[in-house]
């Protein structure tokens, strides 16, 4: 039922109190940054961005990228909801220390920093779907989604001004840094749009020379085949010999090109108290000894359950100091890529 006040779609109300409303439910919702852009609006340098980057392989086995409705249809607003007008771009900040984190132990860069506590995907998805269902009671159509819809958030949240698309391809705000989960709902309610954000790099590059496998080929393209959190996280073969031994004993994604960045160093600690660290930190010793079961009862609710007790062992195995006996252990494990990994380990220290 429509609630009381001003309803959407009401057109005689005007854009910029409806636009209002929303920007403060989304902050009563916790959200620390809001911005609208219009659904029409042409992104066509972010469409030849990513059909160049698609083309030119560096999405690894992420074959959804390639083939999930094709870049356009993702930057066009009325291809995701018939009759849009707006899309509404939110952004939260996830728990992290203060600081640049460029000094912290191996032990703590194990883990990326938006890993360590509950799955983003489920924490941010709900406050997302709460505002969506508040703008439809009032009689909006909404497509709401958070990192895994038919939307690049990205491409409209810098449209609509939170921040811009830096040189590693994070999405970077002026006072919250890149430490960031983005959502974003695409509405046929014709809100106020906010000015597109100017890029703010600059000459800065140092996030480039900051990846410790060279996977920034050159400013905004990632090149999966070298990136560190893509082979500890989306792929399932064996990590090739020169990615793991750059990896610094990274186990589950990295955050190098973030502790680079210098628009990072005076943001604030995020203060959602779901992204607080549950598993802040560990060791290659204790992941070899992870079972099946072990795995989910620690990582349940975690982003670590992605790459599971097979995953995590065969990055271990990739990037962990252990003895030659122990790789050995691994070399009849009933998971491919724990068996070819832990080969592959013994093969190059018998080299």
């Not at 982003?303 to 252990?322: H, Y």
Request: hydrophobic residues 40%; contains cysteine; glycine residues 8%.
């Amino acid at each position: 039922m429509t609630q009381p006040g001003v309803s959407f779609s009401d057109h005689d109300a005007a854009a910029s109190a409806l636009g209002e409303r929303v920007r403060a439910k989304a902050v009563d919702l916790g959200f620390e940054a809001v911005a609208v852009a219009r659904a029409d609006v042409s992104l066509e340098r972010d469409v030849e961005r990513y059909e160049a980057f698609v083309a030119a392989g560096m999405h690894g086995e992420m074959t959804w990228l390639a083939r999930h409705r094709g870049a356009r249809a993702r930057l066009d607003g009325d291809a995701i909801l018939a009759g849009a007008k707006s899309v509404v771009c939110l952004a939260r900040r996830y728990q992290q220390a203060p600081g640049d984190g460029r000094d912290e132990p191996e032990t703590l860069r194990a883990i990326a920093r938006y890993a360590r506590g509950r799955d983003y995907h489920n924490v941010v998805l709900k406050p997302v779907r709460k505002l969506a269902t508040w703008m439809r009671e009032r009689g909006a159509s909404v497509y709401a989604e958070v990192d895994a819809g038919a939307v690049m958030e990205k491409a409209w949240a810098q449209e609509a001004g939170i921040g811009w698309i830096g040189k590693n391809g994070c999405l970077i705000h002026e006072r919250l840094g890149s430490w960031l989960l983005l959502g974003a709902l695409i509405t046929d309610a014709d809100l106020e749009t906010d000015p597109p954000h100017p890029d703010r790099c600059g000459e800065c590059a140092l996030c480039i020379p900051a990846c410790p496998t060279g996977a920034i080929r050159e400013p905004r393209y990632v090149d999966s085949a070298r990136c560190i959190a893509y082979h500890t996280i989306e792929h399932r073969e064996a990590i090739p010999e020169e990615i793991a031994r750059r990896a610094g004993g990274r186990l589950f994604g990295c955050d190098a090109c973030q502790d680079a960045c210098p628009w990072n160093r005076r943001a604030p600690p995020g203060a959602l108290v779901q992204l607080r660290a549950r598993t802040a930190s560990l060791r290659t010793d204790e992941v070899l000894s992870l079972t099946h079961e072990e795995t989910w009862r620690r990582f349940e609710g975690t982003p670590l359950l992605r790459a599971g007790r097979d995953g995590l062992v065969r990055t271990a195995l990739a990037v962990g100091e252990i003895a030659a006996a122990r790789a050995r252990d691994f070399t009849q494990d009933p998971a491919p890529g724990v068996r070819e990994q832990a080969r592959q380990r013994l093969s190059a220290t018998e080299t």
